[in-house]
Every structure is written in structure tokens, then in C-alpha cells.
């Protein structure tokens, strides 16, 4: 189709411009090669991860409230993978970008108690995921050890988070 498209409709796109030469731009400049189309099917898997993450929020009969910290974890650490993957170098800034994004978005939870408390009242994660994701007493060590002196012990602020939710609405 491309090959004839010039000879059966002209040209795509004519620029005009008064004092200068009108300039044609054929159909075959529009042509996709092969490395275009690999751009394109590396731009929709990580646009992708995004799309997959926003579908845990879809659920019309049972409540989702609980994956949010799930979810923004899991997109994160998709992202970082592919932010250094030679395969993703040409997409290396808008994934940070993204990442930058998800990041800002992520640490506005330690404000809201609601979402610890999603995980902590649901049946199968309870303080289990916090231990196991975030870290206990262990981990804080460590990160003061290596130098963070903000470390937290996440397993003890859930439980603090709990106990203080109890007492002020039980």
C-alpha cells in the first residue's frame, strides 16, 4: 500500500510556507522499520505494567483497599528492573520519571494509617506482609548500621498503628 500510496492519493502531507518551496512528504516516510516497531512493543510492555496494577483497583464486589501498598510496590519494582535493563536504556528517563512518581505517591501512605490497617485486618497478609516486605527489628539494624539513622522497625509501627486505632475507635 505505501509503495503506490503517492501514485494513487499524492502526498501524505504538503508544507506550505509563502516564499518557499512547497515540500511533499510521501506516504513512505511513514514507514515503520523494524526498530520502530521493537520501540513500540517496549513502550506498551512498560506502559503495560501500569495498565496491570490499575486492574487490582477494578473489582466491583469485594473491596480492594488492601492491594494498594501491594500494587505500588509491585509496579516499582517492575520499573526498576526495567530501568536497568539495556533492553529499556532508550526509555531510562521517563522511567525514572515514573518512578519518581509512583515514589511521591507511595510515601504520602506513611501519612495514612488506612492502608497499613487494610493489610493488617485482611484474613491472608495480616503483620505477616509488613515483617516479610518492610522489615522488623532486624532490618532497622541494619539500615542504621549502613547509615540511615530514620530506619524504622515497620513490624512494631503496624502494631503501634493498631493499637492506637483500637483504643480510639474500640
Known amino acids: 500500500f505505501v509503495s503506490s500510496a503517492d501514485e494513487l492519493f499524492r502526498p ?8 518557499h518551496t512547497t515540500k511533499h512528504i510521501p506516504w513512505t516516510a511513514f514507514t515503520f522499520k523494524r526498530a520502530d516497531w521493537e520501540r513500540i512493543n517496549d513502550t506498551c510492555i512498560i506502559i503495560s505494567d501500569a495498565n496491570n496494577i490499575q486492574h487490582y483497583f477494578s473489582y466491583e464486589l469485594q473491596p480492594t483497599l488492601w492491594r494498594a501498598i501491594p500494587a505500588f510496590e509491585e509496579l516499582q519494582m517492575a520499573w526498576e528492573a ?26 504520602k501512605f506513611d501519612d495514612k494509617p488506612v492502608y497499613m490497617l487494610a493489610l493488617v485486618l485482611h484474613p491472608y497478609y495480616k503483620l505477616a506482609y509488613i515483617k516479610m516486605a518492610w522489615g522488623g527489628p532486624e532490618e532497622q539494624w541494619k539500615e542504621r548500621a549502613a547509615g540511615n539513622p530514620n530506619a524504622k522497625d515497620w513490624h512494631d509501627e503496624a502494631l503501634k498503628t493498631l493499637e492506637k486505632t483500637a483504643e480510639e475507635y474500640w
Open 12 to 19: 501524505i502531507t504538503s508544507i506550505w510556507r509563502p516564499g
Open 82 to 107: 526495567k530501568h536497568d535493563a539495556p533492553k529499556y536504556a532508550l526509555f531510562r528517563e521517563a522511567i525514572e520519571c515514573g518512578l519518581t512518581k509512583v515514589g511521591k505517591y507511595y510515601n
